[in-house]
């Protein structure tokens, strides 16, 4: 039985792998168009590949709950048309186990997916937008596109670019009095994180006259450093300026629950935090759904019949969690009841499916 499951699972991994490189592939060639064409005077080629590269392994995980599905459907359709599942459950080999040889190199897949998504991509994913936001900075600031605005206390701020490492280019900061009088506005190159405090480099300092004041003119000075008290530390400025779904399980929850507490709107987060802490379920879900296809309804098609079912699942599964997500924001029900509605649909057709197989 060892060697046999052995076989099934080999069979199975081998072509969720083409099927994940061709998918890969694509996906890469297609992220190469758009980026070209987003090419000027600022933003040259090398700059583009290189974010397309940081962007690669956001890339895989996207695409292994597609591949297992359709890897899947191919590499049970290949034993299916050798008649060697006929042979298997012949010689006695029930569907359930036939399904677990599947499952178990499919959840060491789901296992490395996941480790990929809570430790590399939320780190290259934010390295990719550093650098094309400095490469573009200059064309963006221009037109005041570049950037994350953040408000603490009195004071607006406005960071040009946040890198992964506790370092800040381009941090601007709008103070105001209790009368909402501008009072100064700075700017510097640069603030790093220095433990509990940040330290700004090369900036200016602009002071605006008020209604108490005798001054009636602008005054300007310049610092080689300055030291900035503030509650923001490098954590939660990268949660700021990075999408929800590009952010790990553990940062989500973190800052979802600090927004509950602070009584702020958190839904987006929560939604996020579900859909990337479900996803390995989703996979499974999937794959369940192919296996009982393999042995029901697609059982003597043709390959093709088998890659376009795949891809079609695929895509209405996508679609639903697509709709379903913003809708738990718009109407209010639960975030996780949107997640899990369509994972829940998959394994119930596919426990289905199975229980029919004779």
């Not at 200059?138 to 946040?162: A, I, M, P, T, Y």
């Not at 699942?313 to 899990?340: E, K, T, Y």
């Amino acid at each position: 039985m060892r060697k046999l499951n052995s076989y099934i699972g080999r069979t199975v991994i081998g072509s969720i792998l083409v099927v994940f490189l061709v998918i890969l592939a694509l996906d890469v060639i297609a992220a190469v168009v758009d980026e070209i064409d987003n090419l000027n005077n600022e933003y040259v080629f090398n700059e583009a590949m290189v974010y397309v590269a940081l962007t690669l392994p956001t890339r895989v995980y996207n695409s292994i709950p597609l591949a297992a599905l359709t890897g899947c459907l191919i590499g049970l359709g290949q034993l299916a048309a050798t008649s060697e599942l006929v042979i298997m459950r012949a010689a006695g080999v029930s569907v359930a186990r036939i399904a677990w040889a599947v499952m178990k190199p499919v959840w060491v897949l789901i296992f490395l997916a996941a480790m990929l998504g809570e430790y590399v991509t939320p780190w290259t994913d934010q390295m990719a937008e550093s650098g094309k936001a400095i490469a573009k900075g200059k064309r963006q600031e221009q037109e005041g596109q570049l950037g994350l605005w953040s408000r603490e206390g009195d004071e607006f701020l406005h960071f040009n670019v946040v890198m992964p490492n506790g370092k800040i280019l381009g941090v601007s900061r709008f103070s105001y009095d209790q009368e909402r009088n501008l009072k100064s506005v700075s700017f510097a190159q640069s603030a790093t994180y220095q433990g509990s405090y940040w330290l700004e480099e090369s900036g200016v300092i602009t002071h605006f006259p008020t209604d108490n004041s005798d001054a009636d003119t602008l005054t300007r000075s310049e610092f080689l450093t300055r030291r900035w008290d503030t509650n923001l530390s490098p954590d939660l400025v990268n949660v700021l300026v990075m999408p929800p779904r590009t952010l790990a399980i553990q940062t989500l929850y973190a800052y979802a629950n600090y927004l509950d507490e602070h009584g702020q709107k958190s839904e987006p987060y929560w939604l996020a935090f579900w859909q990337k802490s479900l996803q390995p379920l989703a996979t499974a879900g999937l794959v369940l759904i192919a296996i009982s296809f393999i042995f029901g309804p697609l059982r003597e098609v043709t390959m093709g019949y088998r890659v376009f079912t795949g891809v079609i699942v695929a895509i209405v599964f996508r679609l639903a969690q697509d709709l379903l997500g913003p809708s738990s924001l718009v109407f209010g029900f639960a975030p996780f009841i949107a997640v899990i509605i369509p994972i829940a649909i998959c394994i119930g057709i596919g426990f289905w499916l199975m229980g029919r197989t004779r």
